[in-house]
């Protein structure tokens, strides 16, 4: 399906906040997701890790949040999987910026984490900006942050998500992200969210 620019950026948006304040039927926020790996036993890594690990398993089974449509007014008309992909994956994302001691609110955090839905890609994105993925963001970095950059980040990735959407075929979260091929949509879904997962652990928390 082919999606416009600006309809991704608004499309993600809208998802990143229901993902952080919650409203999503039957589902945590990222902060009531990140509360419960924060108790578990382990280093913030092997915390975060986990945390992926799980998403993966939710990603690839179908049914995720579908029929979400029918349940939440959505700003725009799309597949409710895109949808569902989305939701786990910025939940996941701001959950990991949350462990890591960063506030899912800031703007700054917010591109950031929207960001990392370009998989791989969100390394060159950000490295325009000033940002090492592997090194551990620090608030010295986020500082340099200024509004025109976060909105140029968010710019690229929706760029980025409006171009692949906008393939042939390209019906699933799963093929905005290519990977392999010969395997089922909800298997394509648990690898990119695992990638996806990967980036936000090196971005918010850095490479061990």
């Known amino acids: 399906m082919k999606l416009k620019q600006d309809t991704i950026t608004k499309l993600l948006a809208w ?3 229901k993902s952080v304040q919650g409203g ?3 589902a945590q926020s990222a902060a009531e997701l990140a509360a419960e790996y924060q108790t578990r036993d382990g280093t913030l890594t092997e915390k975060v890790n986990a945390l ?3 998403q993966n398993t939710k990603a690839a089974a179908a ?3 579908t029929g979400v449509g029918g349940v939440v007014t959505l700003p725009v008309a799309v597949p409710a999987n895109i949808i569902s992909s989305f939701y786990l994956q910025l939940r996941m994302v701001a959950a990991i910026a949350i462990l890591a001691g960063f506030d899912p609110e800031d703007d700054r955090v917010k591109a950031l984490s929207i960001a990392c839905l370009a998989g791989n890609a969100a390394k060159s ?3 325009n900006v000033g940002i090492v993925v592997g090194t551990k963001l620090t608030e010295q970095v986020l500082a340099k942050m200024s509004g025109e950059v976060t909105k140029k980040v968010g710019q690229a ?3 980025k998500l409006a171009a692949k959407l906008g393939q042939s075929g390209a019906t699933t979260v799963a093929n905005v992200v290519p990977v392999v091929g010969g395997v089922t949509n909800a298997l394509f879904d648990g690898i990119t969210t695992n990638i996806v997962g990967n980036v936000a652990r090196d971005t918010f928390v850095g490479k061990a």
């Open 15 to 17: 998802v990143y906040d």
């Open 24 to 26: 999503m039927p039957k």
């Open 52 to 54: 992926i690990r799980a």
């Open 63 to 65: 049914g995720f949040l």
């Open 125 to 127: 994105i950000l490295r």
């Open 157 to 159: 990735v929706a760029m």
